[in-house]
């Protein structure tokens, strides 16, 4: 986990692509440059555009993944990883668990 977290916070986090690849390393268990290279495929950009802000910001746009300054019509919080745990094809536990509550029968 700490070292999942050094090389996030290393790629600036969620103002780029450090986010995403740190979920790659923990659910899949993959190495920082297979990381890389799965979200640079998936987000249909060069591996060297993951620590472009510039680039990133317009991704996130694209892909209405959250971004640092949360626009008024912007997803953030846990609509923001569901769609990163789709994106990815990933599994993250509180989305399933927010997601489980939402077809779960009131009492």
Not at 59 to 73: M, P, Y
Request: glycine share 8%; aromatic share 4%; charged share 25%.
């Amino acid at each position: 986990m700490s070292t999942a977290h050094i090389m996030a916070s290393g790629m600036c986090g969620i103002r780029t692509a450090g986010d995403l690849v740190a979920w790659m390393q923990l659910t899949r268990h993959m190495k920082i440059n297979d990381a890389k290279q799965y979200v640079a495929g998936k987000l249909g950009i060069d591996v060297m555009d993951l620590c472009n802000e510039d680039v990133m910001q317009e991704v996130r746009k694209k892909f209405d993944i959250g971004n640092i300054c949360a626009a008024a019509d912007g997803v953030k919080g846990i609509t923001a990883k569901s769609r990163i745990a789709e994106l990815l094809d990933i599994s993250i536990h509180s989305v399933d668990v927010f997601k489980s509550k939402l077809t779960a029968p009131l009492h």
